[in-house]
């Protein structure tokens, strides 16, 4: 693979990872199917294979080809266990065996089985072993920050469980906002200084800014509290022109543009 099919082939991963997390937050947020492929312009088949995972997996692993020294693995790790650890000559040994490949690619293996075993013999520490049983990535930890413990599924509760063990600053974003919430859904002001001395005192960063940004305007902020008005509606109709907007970047081909410009150029032979 090229650099240029590799940067292309991790964007488009990161693409489909940020649509995934975008999924993930409509989930928690209590959103059906049907409102997700809505506002994500997702297929309903992806949501539905989507909304019952807890992680986005790991695209599939081709089959070791004649040209990567994978294939010939076995045979390698037992020759290598015989002491044969020249790659000059088990390149000839495995050659007539259907290998394609270069010495480059078969040294680039070798390497790391001398590595492993030059730290067996200094007798290097083994690599530490997470606790978490899964990788959570940032947006779905958020997500399940906000979510109340009575609308959480058991994997997500597991979670939650986990990050407020492994990390401080998730437990007390998680309490703030919990209690923020408690405030919302109460409509009672009374509580919301104490709230933003508490957010400010936290240590937090973007809870910090985010009290600090609400004392400027703090008249406003009891009035959203208060008042059954919200622009909620209109905010998620931008949300989603904007999400259809992002997916159609980079749809219209070569032969889309062709046929849009050749009308053109006809239309400006004839004006001539």
Not at 87 to 113: D, F, K, M
Not at 125 to 148: D, E, F, N, R, Y
Not at 180 to 193: C, E, Q, V
Request: glycine residues 6%.
């Amino acid at each position: 693979m090229t650099e240029h099919q590799r940067l292309a082939s991790a964007g488009r991963r990161a693409a489909q990872r940020s649509r995934f997390d975008q999924l993930k937050v409509l989930q928690a947020a209590g959103k059906g199917s049907s409102e997700i492929v809505r506002e994500t312009g997702l297929n309903w088949r992806t949501v539905t294979k989507w909304t019952r995972l807890d992680i986005l997996p790991e695209r599939g692993i081709m089959a070791p080809k004649p040209t990567t020294p994978n294939q010939f693995r076995k045979y390698l790790a037992r020759r290598w266990a015989e002491g044969c650890t020249f790659g000059r000559q088990l390149l000839a040994e495995i050659r007539p065996l259907g290998y394609t490949g270069s010495l480059t690619h078969l040294q680039r293996l070798l390497r790391t089985w001398r590595q492993a075993h030059f730290a067996a013999l200094a007798g290097a520490p083994l690599p530490p072993v997470s606790v978490l049983p899964q990788t959570i990535s940032c947006v779905v930890a958020a997500a399940l920050c906000i979510k109340p413990r009575g609308l959480l599924t058991a994997p997500q509760a597991e979670k939650v469980d986990l990050l407020k063990c492994s990390s401080p600053d998730f437990a007390t974003t998680r309490q703030l906002v919990m209690r923020f919430r408690g405030i919302l859904r109460g409509r009672d002001t009374d509580k919301l200084s104490t709230w933003l001395d508490d957010a400010r005192a936290s240590g937090i960063h973007c809870l910090r800014q985010f009290a600090l940004k609400a004392r400027q305007d703090l008249a406003a902020v009891r009035n959203a509290v208060t008042e059954r008005w919200s622009n909620g509606q209109t905010e998620g109709q931008i949300n989603r022109l904007k999400t259809l907007k992002r997916a159609m970047y980079g749809r219209a081909g070569i032969d889309l543009l062709r046929a849009r410009m050749v009308p053109l150029r006809t239309s400006h032979v004839h004006t001539n």
